[in-house]
């Protein structure tokens, strides 16, 4: 099967299920704008290995045509979002146009707001000219498909998915971690208003027990104000980090007992699955796209986005339960293969090949709860 990616940087989210595809023995391009965006790299990313992958820079409109009409004429083509796309648009438009098989993949879509009404007929608009035109949309996210569906697109076109990240073999900092007495909860993010790390911060001072603290990672413009609500409400309980590295995260993820993402909107939050995949506990707002796998892991559990309420009550109930034992940590990040790569790339290879009508609908990974299906 040849398969071409086409996104605005090579995104680690998406990076990996191309190098999973390619070592499954499917011919992979990877089309991007640009390697990486100043943004992200701030924020610790580099640009991603992708395996046996073609990497190819498209830099504008015509570069982006002419690669579509390069293109094999049987290729399958998985394309970044419908708007705001960059030069994924064009090439979208083009491969319309040549009436070649595409996919779209979305993430969450923040709806919220007066905002909210806007962005959905727009939506509603894109999708009644592009839908009979594609093979699919891949919709990352809790209650992506639903959404899409509401937008009018036809049911059988729409597909849980997710960002399906590398795998990694547990360490001696998952199964024999150095640990303070205080149950450790860990924030990864942007020190940005849409994070909600102010929420996080402020349940963590409504919490029963003081045996409780709090590490955070990231950097960003509303640090300093956070600092300070953190100084007046958590004293000597909050360990700022700073930015780090994405490896260096995974080994924070690792010495936690419980990741908590408290965002107000996330199209996905792939801290949630890193922490899963580390065998911690993840806890996140039902406005996060991996909410849905949050849930499923059966650890952790998921809150009503702004609701401090209901975030102090469900960390409350995890401090309650205690750490992971050492045996639940390694059933966990072994659940967790569900969200990794080889799982994802099957997955994909399923849905293409039931568009097809080769094989039955395939169902998430996630959706398994057996150890032993994750495992293969």
């Known amino acids: 099967m040849d398969i071409w990616f086409w996104q605005l940087i090579i995104s680690p989210h ?3 299920l191309a190098k999973s595809l390619s070592e499954l023995g499917h011919g992979v391009t990877f089309v991007a704008e640009r390697e990486m965006s100043a943004d992200r790299a701030g924020q610790g990313w580099t640009v991603p290995d992708v395996g046996g992958s073609k990497i190819v820079l498209a830099t504008d409109q015509e570069t982006a045509v002419s690669l579509v009409k390069a293109a094999p004429p049987e290729a399958v083509h998985i394309c970044q979002g419908v708007r705001a796309n960059g030069v994924v648009g064009p090439a979208q438009q083009a491969l319309k146009d040549l009436g070649r098989r595409q996919f779209v993949n979305l993430e ?86 849409r994070k909600r790390l102010d929420l996080l911060i402020t349940a963590m001072s409504r919490i029963d027990s003081e045996n409780v603290e709090l590490a955070v990672v990231g950097s960003g413009p509303l640090e300093g104000q956070l600092r300070q609500l953190a100084e007046d409400t958590l004293p000597e309980r909050v360990e700022w980090i700073g930015s780090l590295p994405m490896d260096d995260v995974r080994v924070q993820m690792a010495a936690a007992d419980c990741l908590v993402l408290p965002s107000r909107h996330d199209g996905w939050g792939a801290v949630v699955s890193e922490a899963l995949m580390s065998g911690t506990p993840a806890i996140c707002s039902d406005a996060c796209g991996s909410a849905v796998v949050a ?38 990040a072994e659940w967790a293969r569900c969200v990794g790569g080889k799982k994802g790339a099957r997955y994909l290879t399923d849905i293409i090949r039931s568009t097809d009508g080769v094989t039955e609908l395939p169902q998430p990974p996630w959706m398994h709860h057996s150890l032993s299906d994750c495992r293969h």
């Open 108 to 193: 969450t879509v923040d709806d919220t707001g007066w905002q909210g009404f806007i962005k959905r007929a727009v939506y509603e608009r894109l999708f009644q000219k592009l839908s009979p035109h594609l093979s699919g949309v891949l919709a990352n996210g809790k209650n992506t498909r639903d959404w899409l569906i509401d937008r009018g697109v036809p049911a059988e076109k729409v597909f849980p998915f997710a960002y399906f990240l590398p795998e990694t073999a547990p360490k001696p900092s998952i199964t024999q971690r150095e640990r303070s007495d205080r149950y450790r909860v860990l924030f990864v993010g942007q020190f940005i208003e």
């Open 14 to 16: 998406m990076a990996n």
């Open 295 to 332: 849930e499923a892991s059966g650890y952790g559990g998921v809150f009503k986005s702004g609701s401090i309420d209901d975030l102090v009550d469900l960390l409350n109930a995890k401090i309650r339960e205690g750490r992971l034992s050492e045996q639940q940590t390694l059933e966990l």
